[in-house]
């Protein structure tokens, strides 16, 4: 039985298989209607998220499986006291598949060893995002053609961003990635990235404060927002929070087929006004989001 925890628990090769079917799926998704008739997920939620549910939600459905689940801690037995071990165990009993998000650093993988079903990591804390991975791996693939090749700045909140941290741990794979980070001082990547990561594995990086010091060297624009609930000071929150304000002006800046993504939700990092600029695809990484869910659903069932 397998599980998603991170991103590398698929070998590249793998990753490409999964993402062929994504991309079949998107070709014709009739053709998959069927395939998890008589399936249920079961979405196990201790911390608030819209699309990464509702995302996993649809793509079960467009399966043809069923889901059920809770969408926050208060409103499962964790607020008795249930550790997220018993949780599991009596979830593998309900559902075929269960996708969990917790604030804990870890809680996926210690649900993933208790389990008798194939888990998939939906967030831990700061740690990890894997799904999320898929999807922008995915998009880049499909709206670049390669996954190799590229400058990619990263821009926000380096530190908290669970987001920030699994693609990088993924991209490091593929040849000729060039790495520009862009934070403030304070949201800088952690050190055990900058260490364990990129140091160890010989990867070059640079890093600014300005975006505009470095935009028209970019390929690929990956925004996010600044991670409130991670924050322990609130003031520290309010005067970092709109630290980046990507607008039309900077965009003239940047080459004419760069691409933005950000995985949502989008604060005040991205002005409204860029949405129309067809170099925006973050709505359609919302899309990618669901094909790639569809592919690994059905991969960790043995469906294919
Ligand atoms: C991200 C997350 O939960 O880490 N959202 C998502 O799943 N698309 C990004 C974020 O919350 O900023």
Not at 80 to 85: A, H, Y
Not at 137 to 151: E, P, W
Not at 233 to 262: C, G, P, T, W
């Amino acid at each position: 039985m397998r599980h998603l925890m991170n991103p590398l628990d698929f070998t590249t090769q793998e990753l490409e298989k999964l993402f062929d079917l994504a991309s079949q799926i998107e070709a014709n998704p009739q053709k998959f209607r069927h395939v998890c008739d008589g399936k249920k997920l079961a979405t196990c939620f201790y911390e608030p998220s819209t699309r990464t549910r509702l995302s996993f939600e649809s793509a079960m459905y467009n399966l043809g499986g069923n889901v059920l689940g809770f969408s926050d801690a208060a409103s499962s037995s964790a607020s008795k006291g249930e550790s997220v071990s018993d949780t599991i165990r009596m979830i593998s009993c309900y559902a075929d598949i269960c996708a969990i998000r917790h604030p804990k650093e870890g809680a996926p993988m210690v649900a993933s060893s208790k389990a008798g079903i194939p888990v998939i990591n939906a967030g831990d804390g700061g740690h990890q995002h894997p799904t999320q991975t898929l999807t922008d791996l995915l998009t880049i693939r499909s709206l670049k053609g390669r996954l190799q090749d590229f400058t990619i700045g990263l821009c926000g909140d380096l530190k908290f961003g669970r987001t920030v941290h699994s693609l990088i741990n993924a991209l490091i794979r593929y040849p000729n990635i060039h790495f520009i980070f862009i934070s403030p001082e304070e949201l800088k990547i952690p050190d055990y990235i900058r260490e364990d990561v990129l140091d160890k594995n010989h990867i070059p990086y640079q890093e600014f404060i300005r975006l505009e010091d470095c935009m028209q060297d970019l390929d690929l624009l990956y925004m996010t927002r600044v991670q409130k609930e991670r924050f322990f000071n609130e003031q520290e929150y309010i005067r970092l929070k709109d630290f980046y304000i990507l607008d039309k002006e900077k965009m003239k800046l940047a080459k004419k087929d760069m691409l933005i993504l950000h995985p949502l939700p989008r604060v005040n990092e991205i002005s409204i006004e860029v949405d129309e600029d067809p170099r925006a695809v973050y709505f359609k990484q919302v899309q990618y989001g669901v094909y790639v869910r569809m592919a690994l659903i059905m991969t960790l069932l043995e469906l294919v």
